[in-house]
């Protein structure tokens, strides 16, 4: 369902039937029966070691059946690799494990932890292997002799066995490793004899016969749903066992690595605040239950975020870990989904106390993450939803539950101010297994027809998401790659284009995507600036010294001219090695590509990496000291980021400068949908420095003349209404040609289901007759040669002389009236 940059992972697999209360029924993978009633639930081998909170080793019983005299008994481990000369370690049991309730064995402590077991029923000094070994229930203290997975499974004193990490012996598959905080717990207590579908890893949580967990907690409290999801946005219950609570299954997650079930609360209260809705995770275990089972469970209610929750940008989920539950009936009815919609989405996104929102009360009448978080793992339904990305690699798409909010011409949401955020862009992702239905592929503008419904979670890579259970089909609504015209005779057209991490390594069909995108859609213009242009071996090795682009850049004239374009020259400057930011190992930098038939470059030696370029007046004209030249490449500003290059062209007798940049990137801010707002864009500071070095070399440049046609390209990384381009375009000095367009033309990036605008053209006042256009070619599409759609300005070159051009728009303005004569 999801990418490896996510928690939930992994191949789709299916569920057996439930067979009884918690258990699950598989094909057995071991030779052994399963075990009726006693079975192994956790074991935790990190007691003490680094990083770890519990002092203690431990391994914890539990039944599935009726009371089990455990007197006579023992617990055993066998190191994960087992040589003819490895002995089992022995533990003896005494008392007895009552249904509903647990047994919990101490061993060995170590030197760090700074938390206690509850008092253990059991106490050994067995120090288990934090990461990989093999834990036998056997009735009887006698030690094992069995050092096979199949010796084992024959020794009928084996009650019960788990292998977890790399251990020879288990039952079926071996349990994932754990680590110095992780434990290898049953999520159900099913026994199926398959240590890997029988068991997940997770937190560790000892409870003792008494119900008692670290610290002499009680097993658990009462509690509702709406309870634990409380009126704010973490729940009151967070690190509290909960137990009696029930709901109605709506949804399951059966694969990945973050499977689990939503429960509704079918009974809910008057608080609009509180979402009848909660997510019980049980790690890779798929869950033994079915939709419609009403179920009582108990638990512990934990705020799962994607990283340290300390320093997290994200909101949380509020989910139920270390689960239990039973299935008390089936076939329930459903509770009725929330209509997702413009009249039940508010308009504002959030309130902005300056710092986290965590601690406010939720409005969801007013703000629109407090709505979603109302509704949090409740099922939520939309309808004929217009789509506004493309699906991505990751299975994921985002549509509108406002189809008038910010529409742009091709059936996006356009981002168009921080002060005006598309509150009704939903995220959707499948809970269906993609072997019974590939994940739809779609672009944007196309519609996801018919109903749509499933639980709602926060996704820290996206935001809200409906995981659909019921998914609408896609509505191709024919979205057409764009063309511009041909540049006339007079016009000097100069492009923009981030090629995104082009190297020599790539596959041709890339370079030929990204060539048909020059030659067709841009109408082979006569200057394209690049970015993200790799060296020769791409991000192969970090810090190997290469650093050269020739063969990327040949590759790439090549497959232009073999597509019937011009035979492009370029010129670009190698950057240091590893100094410039981008994939790591890629040193992208910026190049220019010329139509040595249509323009010249003005070759001045002396740019290098290092040496900046500058500005010299000859004859009442602006030159560049050094052609092609990096901008100012020590300045601070361009620390671990791409120097703008500046180039010399002559087109028709004119001189024209072009600066290629590519910004520093937006890496480190904080998502307008987490939990601190207004969120700090930190890298802006960057672009910001950036921005002022550049408009002080442009600066220069209409110092020395007036009347300079200057035109600056690239991808900016920022907004139009940006700090760091609300620089460059400050007194006029030059224009950003994206406020020329229309509203809902302005973007060439889709982020989030924002279509938004990253890459830029700005021209000074000098150019004449000024035409720009934003090919749409790459950003909405599901294949694409890159994720940046290129742009394309034609202008005519402004001489300084007034009979010059003058006559110099003469003659375009017959081309004009020739090309359209019938």
């Not at 609570?245 to 990945?256: D, H, I, M, S, Y």
């Amino acid at each position: 369902m999801t990418s490896l940059r996510r928690r939930r992972t992994g191949p789709a697999t299916i569920a057996g039937a439930v067979a009884v209360s918690l258990a699950v029924t598989l094909a057995p993978a071991a030779l052994a029966a399963p075990s009726p009633d006693a079975v192994i639930a956790e074991v935790y081998g990190g007691g003490g070691n680094s990083g770890a909170s519990l002092t203690t080793d431990f391994i914890e019983l539990a039944t599935a059946g009726g009371a089990v005299a455990l007197d006579g008994w023992s617990v055993q481990y066998l190191p994960a690799s087992a040589s003819p000369s490895s002995q089992w370690q022995v533990t003896p049991l005494a008392g007895s494990l009552q249904p509903g309730g647990r047994y919990l064995v101490a061993e060995a402590s170590g030197a760090g932890g700074t938390t206690q077991l509850p008092t253990a029923d059991a106490t050994g000094t067995i120090a288990l292997s934090a990461t990989a070994g093999t834990v036998a229930l056997v009735t009887g203290t006698e030690r094992l002799t069995c050092r096979t997975a199949a010796d084992c499974a024959a020794d009928p004193r084996i009650r019960d066995l788990v292998g977890y990490g790399s251990a020879v012996v288990r039952e079926g598959t071996a349990a994932a490793a754990t680590a110095n905080t992780t434990s290898s717990a049953r999520a159900t207590l099913a026994d199926t004899d398959n240590n890997a579908a029988d068991f997940a890893t997770g937190e560790p949580t000892p409870v003792n016969s008494k119900g008692e967990t670290p610290g002499g907690a009680e097993p658990g409290v009462p509690a509702r749903i709406h309870e634990i999801q409380g009126t704010k946005r973490l729940s009151p219950f967070d690190g509290k066992r909960v137990k009696d609570l029930t709901g109605v299954v709506t949804a399951l997650r059966t694969f990945g690595s973050a499977r689990g079930f939503w429960l509704t609360d079918p009974a809910p209260d008057d608080d609009p605040r509180t979402s009848e809705g909660l997510f019980v995770f049980t790690g890779s275990t798929t869950p033994s239950v079915k939709v419609g089972d009403a179920v009582t469970a108990s638990g512990t209610v934990k705020e799962f975020y994607p990283d340290n929750p300390a320093s997290s940008n994200y909101q949380s989920l509020t989910e139920l870990t270390s689960a239990q539950w039973t299935v008390t009936s089936s076939g329930n009815e459903l509770p009725a989904p929330t209509v997702a919609g413009p009249e039940t989405v508010p308009d504002a996104l959030v309130a902005q106390p300056g710092g986290t929102i965590e601690g406010l009360d939720l409005e969801p009448a007013k703000y629109s993450l407090d709505f979603w978080e109302a509704h949090e793992s409740e099922i939520v339904q939309v309808s004929d939803a217009r789509i506004v990305s493309r699906s991505t690699q990751y299975n994921e798409l985002y549509v509108t539950t406002k189809p008038q909010e910010n529409a742009t011409a091709r059936g996006g949401s356009a981002y168009l101010g921080y002060d005006r955020p598309n509150t009704g862009l939903l995220k959707v992702e499948s809970l269906i297994p993609f072997a019974e239905r590939p994940f739809p592929r779609a672009n944007t503008g196309d519609v996801l027809t018919g109903l749509t419904s499933g639980p709602v979670e926060y996704d820290s890579f996206g935001g809200y998401t409906l995981f659909a259970s019921v998914l609408g089909e896609v509505k191709d609504n024919g979205l057409v790659r764009e063309t511009t015209r041909k540049q006339r005779t007079g016009e000097l057209a100069v492009a923009t284009y981030n090629v995104e991490n082009l190297s020599a390594v790539d596959e041709q069909s890339k370079f030929d995507a990204l060539a048909d995108g020059v030659v067709k859609h841009l109408a082979s213009p006569d200057i394209a600036t690049l970015e993200e242009i790799q060296d020769n071996n791409g991000a192969e090795a970090e810090g190997d010294g290469v650093v050269a682009a020739d063969q990327t850049l040949k590759r790439f004239t090549d497959a232009i001219a073999a597509k019937g374009g011009p035979r492009y020259e370029w010129r670009q400057i190698d950057p240091q090695d590893v100094r410039d930011g981008g994939e790591p190992g890629g040193n992208i930098r910026v190049g220019f590509l010329f139509n040595p038939a249509r323009v010249s470059f003005v070759d001045r030696p002396g740019g290098d990496a290092t040496t900046p370029v500058g500005v010299e007046k000859e004859r009442g004209k602006a030159k560049l000291t050094v052609s092609p030249g990096r901008v100012d490449p020590a300045n601070a500003a361009w620390e671990n980021s791409r120097k703008p290059l500046a180039g010399e062209f002559s087109f028709q007798g004119r001189k024209v400068f072009v600066v290629a940049n590519h910004f520093a990137s937006k890496g480190g801010d904080q998502p307008t949908h987490g939990r601190f707002q207004p969120p700090a864009r930190t890298s802006e500071t960057q672009r910001l420095q950036q921005a002022q070095v550049l408009r002080g070399f442009v600066d220069q440049l209409l110092a020395a003349d007036r009347n300079a046609n200057v035109v600056v390209a690239g991808d900016l990384n920022d907004y139009p209404f940006s700090p760091a381009v609300r620089t460059l375009t400050d007194g006029g000095a030059l224009e950003a040609l994206i406020d020329t367009l229309p509203e809902n033309e302005r973007y060439s990036y889709v982020f989030e289901g924002n279509s938004q605008v990253l890459d830029h053209i700005l021209t000074s006042r000098a150019p004449r007759g000024v035409d720009y256009d934003v090919v749409h070619i790459n950003a909405e599409f599901a294949e694409q040669a890159s994720d940046h759609d290129p742009q394309v300005v034609r202008f005519r070159p402004g001489s300084g002389n007034a009979v010059q051009d003058g006559l110099s728009d003469l003659l375009d303005w017959l081309e004009q009236l020739l090309a359209h004569r019938p």
